[in-house]
């Protein structure tokens, strides 16, 4: 069975750092390109982040710039989103998807064939 498991999410006070990682379960990340979404209640969803096969590229969403980075180790089979300086505004479920193979990875959801079932973030004092 196909599955992507995200873990590292919680509850952490404005200006923390959290960091979450996606596991391939029966599912090799190298093959794919790998990007995180988020949705908070009432908005639609976003995308975060995203890299590609060798992590050659990467792109960020305008909001998390400078404060998120993301990184993958394929020898783990894990990719990970380093996220500093979270604001309350970050709260929302986060989500690993895998797509495909693309020169320079995209944030565009309809990209990604694969998804994991999500991870709370909770930015709050």
């Known amino acids: 069975q196909l599955q992507l498991v995200e873990s590292g999410g919680g509850l952490v006070q404005p200006g923390g750092s959290l960091r979450l990682s996606c596991e391939g379960s029966g599912f090799i990340l190298d093959d794919h390109d790998i990007a995180w979404f988020r949705q908070a209640p009432g908005k639609e969803r976003e995308g975060v982040s995203c890299?590609?096969?060798?992590?050659?590229?990467?792109n960020f969403a305008e909001s998390v710039k400078g404060r998120f980075t993301i990184s993958r180790d394929n020898a783990k089979n894990t990719v990970y989103l380093q996220m500093n300086s979270l604001k309350p505004e970050d709260t929302a479920v986060y989500y690993c998807?895998?797509?495909?193979?693309?020169?320079?990875?995209?944030?565009?959801?309809?990209?990604?064939?694969?998804w994991g079932q999500g991870t709370q973030v909770t930015v709050s004092s």
């Open positions: 998807a895998a797509s495909r193979v693309f020169t320079y990875c995209a944030r565009a959801a309809t990209l990604y064939a694969y």
């Open positions: 890299i590609n096969r060798n992590g050659g590229s990467t």
